[in-house]
């Protein structure tokens, strides 16, 4: 008897077709091969406070969390999650019911996702946005319904036009996804803002999901204001932060999510055959890390403001358009002022031009004429390597 012959058909399902080869594993790679510095990916190039790391390792000698931790995060760390959720916002969470601990802040928003979204439901989402939130919605089987964050040249800002986000919601609008403060933008809601989306969210029956791994990396007048204790959101909205942003041990992938327990109860039925666990020594380090004194996150957030002043006048200086961020550790620019229209090929010739690396926007966006022409920068690099980016790409304007 002779084999049939196997007919191939794409392998990667119609799902996730669109989505390729992440544009952070495309950039960064294209750092290495070029010797170039890399302002693309947002990862610090210095270790977070000895002290955090030091608890790691002591952690690993004592053998806590060498095996399988608990699945919902060891008791340590659960416990310092519910207190800082109450020490910065005044927030009592259970951390027995209400606390659950991810392999960072990618995992619980593809936990979340899976967990509450029907095939067909839609969710409404602020563009552009983290390119993890497009591929978790398109695996749920859910429709990404996109509201635009919306250049404001004069105040050198974005901003979120209300009226639109409330037309955005339909009958079949399941969920809304927020990320402040926002990446790639910088933008960090008002409370103003927030109050509306949390009225619409109420009067529209909605689930809330908002994305806040940024909540300690705000400059100037801005303040991180999470959605949760505003009136009715307590009930519908999980909040979903990490370690990796705060205390710049990105690598450890520690992240986590607070809800009401039936919400924890339901992203814990699909976290559990993901990763199942993960990080357990580094559990225990940012069990500690969290209960650092206020010292700690005001010093981390003027470093970074200085950082992100000595990159900004840098990027100007080269003739970039910049919108200065209010959150985050990224600043979007504009090419125009450098005849450039395309994004994507002024990042991919850019390593050979000046020996940087940065990310186009146009990727994070369903409208990629919205973002064709910005391209975003990371500041969480050591002061000479941004000083040394800033010197090489003024040969962009001569």
């Not at 544009?23 to 610090?44: K, R, Y």
């Not at 041990?249 to 993901?274: D, N, Y």
Request: proline share 7%.
């Amino acid at each position: 008897m002779t084999g049939m012959t196997f007919t191939a058909r794409p392998f990667l399902n119609r799902r996730l077709a669109e989505f390729g080869t992440t544009i952070f594993a495309e950039m960064s790679a294209l750092a290495a091969s070029t010797g170039s510095i890399n302002l693309g990916q947002g990862f610090p190039d210095t270790d977070g406070p000895e002290e955090i790391r030091e608890a790691a390792v002591r952690a690993l000698r004592d053998g806590r969390g060498n095996q399988y931790p608990p699945g919902p995060g060891v008791p340590e760390l659960r416990t310092a999650i519910a207190g800082h959720q109450a020490r910065r916002y005044g927030l009592t969470v259970d951390p027995d019911t209400e606390v659950l601990v991810t392999a960072g802040a990618t995992e619980a928003i593809a936990a979340t996702l899976l967990a509450l979204l029907e095939p067909g439901d839609e969710v409404v989402a602020l563009e552009p946005y983290y390119d993890s939130y497009a591929a978790c919605i398109a695996m749920a089987g859910a429709t990404r319904v996109p509201v635009t964050l919306r250049p404001d040249p004069e105040r050198s800002r974005f901003r979120l036009d209300l009226d639109e986000l409330r037309a955005a919601v339909t009958d079949r609008t399941r969920l809304l996804l927020i990320n402040t403060p926002h990446n790639p933008t910088g933008t960090v809601l008002t409370r103003a803002e927030l109050t509306a989306i949390a009225e619409l969210a109420v009067e529209r029956n909605l689930l809330v999901v908002t994305d806040e791994v940024y909540e300690h990396l705000v400059f100037d007048d801005a303040e991180h204001i999470p959605l949760a204790p505003l009136p009715g959101m307590r009930e519908r909205t999980v909040t979903i932060s990490s370690a990796g942003k705060t205390f710049s041990f990105t690598g450890w992938k520690v992240g986590w999510l607070t809800a009401p327990p039936a919400l924890v109860a339901a992203v814990r039925s699909a976290k559990q055959f993901l990763t199942y666990v993960s990080s357990g020594p580094f559990q225990y380090a940012i069990a500690e890390a969290l209960r650092l004194p206020d010292s700690y996150f005001d010093g981390f957030r003027a470093d970074l403001l200085r950082k992100r002043d000595l990159l900004a006048d840098g990027l100007r200086a080269a003739g970039f358009e910049v919108y200065l961020p209010r959150g985050t550790y990224f600043i979007t620019t504009d090419i125009t002022p450098f005849g450039e229209k395309d994004a994507h090929t002024f990042c991919r010739t850019l390593p050979e031009r000046t020996g940087v690396v940065a990310i186009p926007n146009s990727v994070f966006y369903d409208d990629r004429e919205a973002g064709r022409t910005q391209v975003r920068f990371a500041f969480c690099k050591k002061d000479e390597v941004l000083t040394e980016a800033a010197d090489r790409l003024r040969s962009l304007a001569s």
